[in-house]
């Protein structure tokens, strides 16, 4: 620190100017004010003072960006927190406020409704009373009010009624007013009446047509209450009936089943003159306990204005009243609050929702001009190694790429040089690369080769058969065997797996295949035998599935088993003949559950007989479960349907139908597995053969 300020220019100026205030400082302090001359030192001072300040704040700066811009991590962390989080947060901020808007609106216009809706209920029972009391003429007022007061308490419990007298003149009344027996004066209570005294008297500011609405007492917190007033349909009224609803706990219960809100406190604003609303003065009575949401966040303690009438003098008040508020039974309630006082409320909230909408404008401006210069450091870089990978794929492998910053991408082109240096490996890479694959297409051919090659000429049957493997080593295989000149051994089989392996154990299945041929006659006791054979050389996951048929001409009978392979199509010769799906018992080979005991058990030989005209289609799993690009499998079902349709055509013509109908199901779709078909038609047998 002490080279920077005594050995540096800036830091020299910074001393001097500092030292040259100082002294001027103390000499105004003695002499007074300052001469012209040296209030021109004390500027020029001031001025070298700001200037070395400039410069060091310029090279800290500096010195920052080095550090802290030089990994591109960073760079880019930067352009996220201007670009994207700083706008991602004011985002946020907007939308909290909306949500904020919008459910204080909806919670208290459910409230307010809700409140009103109970008003007039109450309003409502007073009526009721006032009709009862007029049938009566007067007469059992008390028992009236009683039956009125139990009838309402089932859906309000502290529900309280009073008629109290009073005197109104109403104008375009056509009842008579009845008079009350008993004491007028006494007036009839009935309900607990524990929060207030019933009323003595009516106010002047209630008319005839009566009253309904929000009241507040204290006792000594503030509460609300329910009022309804109504007067008899006569001329001259004698007396009204009041009926007091309190939003306690009860009511409180049924406000949040029916709007989703809950009403927690009441704060009555302060009245600032004489003729203002003020609260009644209640009784110190328990209230009941109050439910409670289990909302959290800034919902559970939503703020809302209502306003509530004096009794007294009907002037208009102010209620807080903070609410809680559950946010998936407000999803289906779409209004506004009313009233002007939470109307002006909201339209402040909108203020400053626009407020910050134009915040959000100008500093995503300012943030996009941010990541753009820190994008535009990172890009330049970028085009250099882009115009360098241009010259190497051009073949210049001498073309290096100018460093000319010392960060991250620096290095990175200095890698860049030093990978164009070693591209020989990769050129070795890719060359051997290429003999992989060159010994894999050796691989497959090997494969085609073990399949069988040319037709097959043998008098009485007509055969054709297809593999199309579903990579270059597939695990298909087929067979025609010819055991004498009269007797043709068909195998179908197909390899558990893909690639090289599933195509070295085709060929140990086919040399295995044509050794027992020549021993066994039987289906059955060629797959036996097979089974135990290969069972010993598979690894614990590999399996094959097969199908071994035997067609004697000279008996005119096929006879076949299935090891768990696809079952057998056969079209019966003959007009309108019905292609049947043969699916003889039988398991896979190559599983080591026991020494061949279950396979040998499970295994069915079944036996078939010939006659002019028969088709017999063996296929593996490739082609009934060929899909489409909606996932659909072409199915046995509707190959047998195909074949039955077109089992008159010659076996190449039909091998080619088959191709195509299935190319046209599959489409565009990738194939999966290998498919592979034989086609085997019966031309002659028996005598015509001999």
Request: hydrophobic share 45%; with cysteine; net charge negative.
């Amino acid at each position: 620190m002490r080279r920077y300020f005594l050995q540096t220019l800036p830091g020299r100026a910074i001393v001097v100017g500092l030292a040259i205030k100082l002294a001027l400082f103390l000499v105004s302090k003695v002499a007074g004010a300052l001469p012209p001359f040296l209030t021109v030192v004390d500027t020029v001072a001031g001025l070298a003072v700001a200037a070395g300040g400039a410069y060091f704040l310029f090279r800290l700066g500096v010195l920052t960006q080095r550090r802290l811009l030089w990994r591109v991590r960073r760079k880019l962390i930067l352009s996220y927190i201007f670009v994207g989080f700083v706008p991602a947060l004011l985002i946020v901020a907007f939308f909290l406020l909306c949500g904020f808007l919008l459910f204080y609106n909806f919670s208290s216009y459910l409230v307010q409704s809700r409140l009103r809706a109970m008003a007039e209920q109450a309003r409502s029972v007073a009526q009721n009373t006032v009709l009862d009391i007029q049938r009566a003429g007067g007469r059992d007022v008390a028992a009236i009010v009683e039956r009125r007061q139990a009838a309402a308490a089932e859906q309000f419990p502290d529900l309280s009624i009073a008629v109290v007298p009073a005197t109104r003149a109403c104008a375009g009344a056509s009842g008579a007013s009845a008079a009350l027996q008993g004491s007028p004066d006494a007036g009839y209570v009935a309900g607990p009446w524990a929060h207030l005294d019933p009323p003595a008297t009516i106010p002047a500011w209630i008319d005839c047509r009566g009253f309904a609405g929000l009241l507040a007492y204290t006792h000594p917190d503030a509460h609300l209450l329910l009022r309804g007033v109504a007067f008899p349909d006569s001329p001259r009224a004698r007396y009204a009936v009041v009926v007091d609803l309190l939003v306690n706990g009860a009511v409180t219960q049924q406000l949040r089943d029916e709007t989703g809100v809950e009403v927690k406190n009441i704060t009555p604003a302060p009245a600032s003159d004489a003729n203002q609303a003020r609260p009644l003065a209640g009784h110190p009575a328990p209230d009941q306990p109050r439910p409670s949401l289990s909302t959290a966040g800034f919902l559970s303690n939503v703020p809302s204005l209502m306003e509530y009438r004096d009794w007294t003098t009907g002037a208009a008040g102010i209620l807080n009243v903070t609410s809680a508020v559950s946010i998936p039974e407000l999803y289906d309630k779409i209004s506004a609050a009313e009233g002007n006082v939470g109307r002006t409320f909201g339209q402040g909230l909108l203020l400053v929702l626009f407020v910050i909408g134009a915040l959000f404008l100008i500093i995503e401006v300012i943030a996009a001009l941010a990541g753009f210069a820190l994008a535009k450091s990172i890009t330049g870089s970028v085009h250099e190694l882009f115009t360098g990978t241009e010259r190497v794929r051009q073949g210049d492998f001498t073309h290096k790429i100018a460093v000319r910053s010392d960060d991250q991408l620096g290095e990175l082109a200095g890698s860049f040089n030093q990978m164009t240096a070693s591209i020989e490996d990769l050129l070795r890479e890719a060359a051997e690369k290429k003999r992989l694959e060159e010994e894999l297409r050796i691989a497959h051919e090997i494969q085609m080769s073990l399949l069988p090659q040319g037709p097959l000429r043998m008098r009485g049957v007509s055969v054709t058969a297809l593999c199309v493997p579903a990579r270059e080593v597939g695990g298909d295989y087929y067979d025609l065997l010819p055991l004498d000149d009269h007797r043709l051994g068909v195998l179908i089989a197909d390899v558990s797996g893909k690639g090289t392996s599933a195509a070295l154990y085709m060929a140990e299945l086919k040399g295995l295949v044509l050794s027992l041929s020549r021993i066994h006659a039987s289906p059955r006791d060629l797959l036996v035998n097979a089974n135990r054979l290969i069972a010993e050389h598979l690894d614990a996951r590999s399996f094959i599935t097969m199908t071994y048929a035997v067609v004697d001409l000279q008996k005119g009978m096929m006879t076949y088993a299935r090891a768990g392979h696809t079952p057998l199509i056969y079209v019966p010769g003959g007009v309108a003949a019905h292609a049947q799906i043969l699916t003889p018992d039988g398991l896979v080979l190559g599983l080591k559950i026991d020494r061949g005991e279950l396979f040998e058990r499970l295994l069915q030989e079944e036996t078939i007989r010939l006659h002019p005209g028969d088709l017999f289609v063996f296929f593996t799993d490739g082609i009934s479960e060929a899909m489409n690009a909606r996932e659909d499998c072409f199915g046995e079902g509707r190959l047998g349907q195909l074949v039955e349709t077109h089992a008159h055509l010659p076996s190449d013509e039909l091998r080619e139908r088959v191709l195509r109908e299935i190319s046209a199901f599959v489409g565009d779709a990738p194939q999966h597995d290998d498919m592979t078909m034989i086609l085997l038609k019966v031309e002659e047998v028996a005598e015509a053969v001999a």
